[in-house]
């Protein structure tokens, strides 16, 4: 079993609706990730599709055991474990946003997003159906759980991975930028203090990789980060341009952590009341 892990956040723009050209940008940054020794890449929410897809849902989805797509990317990422975000097409022709994890030539863990923003600028509950799991995926001998933008905003899910055994949480995002009055962005603000406590309050990593660049109407500014089990950032990406955040997580410091921190280990389902 390794005690370190060398990750990849793949911080990317892609075009909306051009599937082979952001799968060739895939296969690429996939190439920059393997000359710097990664083990885990992790690409940003539909990075395969692009996010405000609207009434493009169903024309660039794919099923995972019939896409040439996922075979492609599963034939690039070698021993390199690889997490892509795309439509998927489930039975009874339901769509999911989900996250797929690929390594060796073989689809290892599917995520389908839990829970679906359709407020604001957010249409997601009227094009996915919601996913109805919550799993692990093997990584280096642990666990990684997977999670997808909005589902990050519940912290149970974040939870349930960690208690389960999960050391490293990634998460997958096209967070759309939000200006505040303060000379940091106010949407990174916000994501860093979801990221930083779910970090502490569930002593795991958490990798968050989210997208750049400009989609009808909105902008992505990036920002993606690698937070340690007790909180602090140890790194982050650059602003509004493409980047690749290499960062090598020991994984001992959560073990470590988890002894003095007992804080999973307290946790209660016997307290009575609302909920």
């Given amino acids: 079993m390794a005690n370190k892990l060398t990750v990849g956040l793949a911080q990317i723009d892609c075009t909306l609706g051009a599937v082979e050209g952001n799968l060739q940008k895939h296969l690429s940054w996939i190439e920059k990730a393997r000359e710097q020794g990664v083990e885990l890449l992790l690409f940003p929410e539909l990075s395969i599709t692009g996010y405000r897809l609207l ?20 034939e690039a990422s070698g021993e390199m474990a690889v997490v892509v975000g795309l439509v998927e097409e489930g039975g009874q022709g339901v769509l999911y946003n989900s996250a797929v994890m690929l390594r060796a030539g073989q689809v290892v863990h599917v995520h389908r997003k839990l829970y679906l923003p359709t407020y604001g600028i957010f249409q997601e509950g009227r094009f996915f159906g919601p996913g109805q799991r919550l799993d692990l995926a093997p990584i280096a001998g642990e666990k990684l759980g997977l999670l997808i933008c909005e589902d990050l905003w519940h912290p149970q899910l974040a939870q349930r991975l960690a208690a389960d055994g999960g050391k490293v949480l990634g998460v997958l995002s096209a967070g ?4 505040g009055s303060g000379a940091t962005l106010e ?14 309050v569930n002593t ?3 990798l968050y990789c989210n997208r750049v660049g400009w989609e009808e109407g909105s902008f992505y500014a990036g920002g993606s980060h690698v937070v340690r089990p007790g909180g602090q950032i140890l790194c982050r990406a650059a602003n509004f341009q493409e980047d690749l955040l290499v960062a090598t997580l ?14 999973l280990r307290a946790e209660r389902a016997d307290i009575e009341g609302p909920g």
Avoid: F, K, M, N
């Fill in 55 to 74: 009434h493009l849902t169903s024309r660039v989805s794919c099923r995972i055991d019939e896409s040439e797509i996922i075979r492609r990317l599963a």
């Fill in 176 to 179: 759309p930028g939000r200006v």
């Fill in 187 to 200: 949407s990174q603000e916000i994501w860093e203090c979801i990221t930083r406590s779910t970090a502490v």
């Fill in 204 to 206: 795991s990593w958490l």
């Fill in 250 to 263: 020991d994984l001992r410091e959560v073990d470590r952590l988890r002894w003095r921190l007992p804080l």
